[in-house]
């Protein structure tokens, strides 16, 4: 599915033709030692698509996206990013994590700088973009987010919610063709959560392409075009957000969501 930028929810499937792959994964496996955690995985996620990832804990979703960006390298299998195989032979794995943007659970951003200093540090030393071109994006990227007039606070001095905000401002610096969130409301207070779902919100409506673990079920019904249900390292279930939550199919989904949903 696509979403044309601006677009208020999800659309409906575009023709086949019609649709341009921006992220691929083949067979993907991953393994701890003796672990396997992703057991051949396949997902295809098109430019400008919401995917919402869902699952229980320990069943591989956030291996899953931490593959995507190569955080994990893949035991076997293939990553492509616009038909780039990410797991061939001599990638420059730098250069391949500055197109796909990553925000954790925890903000992990640098206590001794200031949120601006924090956006503009990767850019500077890995772009050399020059400082004064870094500042400015930068604070129009913290004004997007919702924290114009916060550019000179330090991360002490900033709630859970802002910093998680700044750490999306910090990877949007990059200017990335993808963003992967991993539970990045989890660790914030429930009335903190709001204000970052409204900036994922924002994203998705900008057309940026989105693959999203998450355990807010009603963010992955409004704003995903797609829903994938990861248990036991393999999509179980996929479809149609609607669909999947009022109507799965797979007994392990029902099972999940019936506790998860009450």
């Keep these: 599915?696509?979403?044309s930028p601006g677009a208020g929810g999800p659309l409906s499937p575009a023709p086949a033709g019609a649709r341009t792959a921006m992220v691929e994964l083949r067979g993907v496996h991953k393994s701890y030692g003796s672990v396997e955690v992703l057991k051949g995985v396949d997902l295809t996620v098109a430019r400008g698509e919401v995917v919402a990832v869902i699952g229980p804990s320990g069943?591989?979703?956030?291996?899953l996206l931490r593959c995507v960006n190569l955080l994990e390298p893949v035991?076997?299998?293939?990553v492509l990013l616009e038909d780039e195989d990410l797991t061939g032979p001599g990638v420059d794995l730098n250069r391949v994590r500055r197109r796909i943007g990553m925000v954790f659970q925890q903000f992990n951003l640098f206590p001794q700088l200031s949120a601006v200093d924090n956006l503009t540090l990767a850019p500077r030393k890995l772009l050399r973009m020059?400082?004064?071109?870094a500042r400015e994006r930068a604070t129009a990227l913290l004004a997007r987010v919702g924290l114009a007039g916060r550019a000179d606070a330090y991360p002490r001095h900033l709630s859970g919610g802002q910093q998680q905000r700044v750490a999306v401002a910090r990877a949007l610096m990059m200017d990335p063709q993808v963003m992967l969130f991993d539970e990045v409301t989890s660790a914030?207070?429930?009335?903190?959560?709001g204000e970052v779902l409204d900036v994922m919100r924002d994203l998705a409506r900008s057309g940026m392409t989105m693959l999203c673990v998450t355990h807010e079920m009603g963010f992955a019904r409004e704003l995903g075009d797609r829903l994938v249900f990861v248990d036991g390292g393999v999509i179980a279930e996929e479809g149609r957000p609607a669909d999947v939550l009022d109507r799965p199919r797979n007994d392990r989904t029902r099972q999940f969501l019936r506790k998860v949903l009450g």
């Design 59 to 63: 069943g591989g979703k956030s291996t």
């Design 75 to 78: 035991t076997r299998g293939q």
């Design 188 to 193: 914030l207070d429930p009335e903190l959560v």
């Design 130 to 133: 020059p400082e004064d071109q």
């Design 1 to 3: 599915m696509t979403r």
